[in-house]
């Protein structure tokens, strides 16, 4: 089993900048592939920010410019640093990871989300 912990989220007026951290524990071999999405109220779940092995940074049209993915993989860690936030920005953000086990099955993994709230 894998655990991703997210932390960061919180209340950040128009224009700040808020620091997302997500860690992964458990049963891994090697994380492939690890990123951030997130849901607004009323609203699908849609991509934020991926980080994979194997093909790179990617990032929604809406965030990109603003926001920064980046990876620990000696940590298993992933971080989203964003800025110039908007309130359309506000939403609940998960961590996922494609997760290869110690089982050589890959898996992937939710967080429990961190709520991001963009209001003056």
């Known amino acids: 089993q894998v655990q991703l912990v997210e932390s960061g989220g919180g209340l950040v007026q128009p224009g700040g900048s808020l620091r997302l951290s997500c860690a992964a524990s458990?049963?891994?071999?090697?994380?492939?592939?690890m990123g951030w999405y997130r849901q607004a109220p009323g609203k699908q779940r849609e991509l934020v920010a991926t980080?994979?092995?194997?093909?790179?940074?990617h990032y929604a049209d809406s965030v990109k410019g603003r926001f920064t993915i980046s990876r620990d993989n000696a940590k298993n860690t992933v971080s989203l640093q964003m800025n110039s936030l908007k309130p359309e920005d506000t939403a609940v953000y998960y961590c996922?990871?494609?997760?290869?086990?110690?089982?050589?099955?890959?898996?992937?993994?939710w967080g429990k989300g961190t709520l991001v709230t963009v209001s003056s």
């Open positions: 996922n990871a494609d997760v290869r086990t110690w089982n050589q099955v890959d898996v992937n993994y």
């Open positions: 980080s994979s092995s194997r093909s790179g940074t």
């Open positions: 458990g049963s891994i071999f090697r994380i492939n592939d």
